[in-house]
T-cell receptor, first 113, second 107 residues
Framework: GAGVSQSPSNKVTEKGKDVELRCDPISGHTALYWYRQSLGQGLEFLIYFQGNSAPDKSGLPSDRFSAERTGGSVSTLTIQRTQQEDSAVYLC???????????FGPGTRLTVL | GIQVEQSPPDLILQEGANSTLRCNFSDSVNNLQWFHQNPWGQLINLFYIPSGTKQNGRLSATTVATERYSLLYISSSQTTDSGVYFCAAVNTDKLIFGTGTRLQVFP
């Protein structure tokens, strides 16, 4: 497809389990971002990848969160030992220097029981 | 860090009415984006507007960077305009979001 895609669309897990969320950016976009949207915190930045540069991890809330981007394209956000406060919608976005602005995927709704 | 404030928090309109949404930001930013989050949660790009005015159909946006605010105008509103409108300041490539304006348009 032409847009950013994310999988799964919904994920229900038990407290303490690990989860992996996937993002496929728009083809050719060099920058990839992860955000999350929760009732209490609104929309907040998590991590940013630009080309081959070291990622900006300044928004990750704890060391249980990590992300990688393989081959400059697909990215995986991993949350270890999930907690109930991790419940949120996790949004991925990508951008290109040729097209202004960040373009968002549909998100993954994570529920931690 | 940069703070982004939006007003009003909620807006209820009848179809056909016009509205203005405001976004204030606390410091200089590289750029500013407006988004519409539809009832299914999808964030849709509306404008990428560092300064000046842009128009797209019934929507237009104006950013006055020197005074640190941006306005989104919706004319002749339709029920499909319902949802939450976010502005986001671009700071070193990261988006700092406001808390949004929830718009409900009734027929």
């Amino acid at each position: 497809g032409a847009g950013v895609s994310q999988s799964p669309s919904n994920k229900v897990t038990e407290k303490g389990k690990d989860v992996e969320l996937r993002c496929d950016p728009i083809s050719g976009h060099t920058a990839l971002y992860w955000y999350r949207q929760s009732l209490g915190q609104g929309l907040e930045f998590l991590i940013y990848f630009q080309g081959n540069s070291a990622p900006d991890k300044s928004g990750l809330p704890s060391d249980r969160f990590s992300a990688e981007r393989t081959g400059g394209s697909v990215s995986t956000l991993t949350i270890q030992r999930t907690q109930q406060e991790d419940s949120a919608v996790y949004l991925c976005a990508s951008s290109s220097k040729r097209v202004y602005g960040q373009f968002f995927g549909p998100g993954t709704r994570l529920t931690v029981l | 860090g940069i703070q982004v404030e939006q007003s009003p928090p909620d807006l209820i309109l009848q179809e056909g009415a016009n509205s203005t949404l405001r976004c204030n930001f606390s410091d200089s930013v590289n750029n500013l984006q407006w988004f519409h989050q539809n009832p299914w949660g999808q964030l849709i790009n509306l404008f990428y507007i560092p300064s000046g005015t842009k128009q797209n159909g019934r929507l237009s946006a104006t950013t006055v960077a020197t005074e640190r605010y941006s306005l989104l105008y919706i004319s002749s509103s339709q029920t499909t305009d319902s949802g939450v409108y976010f502005c986001a300041a671009v700071n070193t490539d990261k988006l700092i979001f406001g808390t949004g304006t929830r718009l409900q348009v009734f027929p």
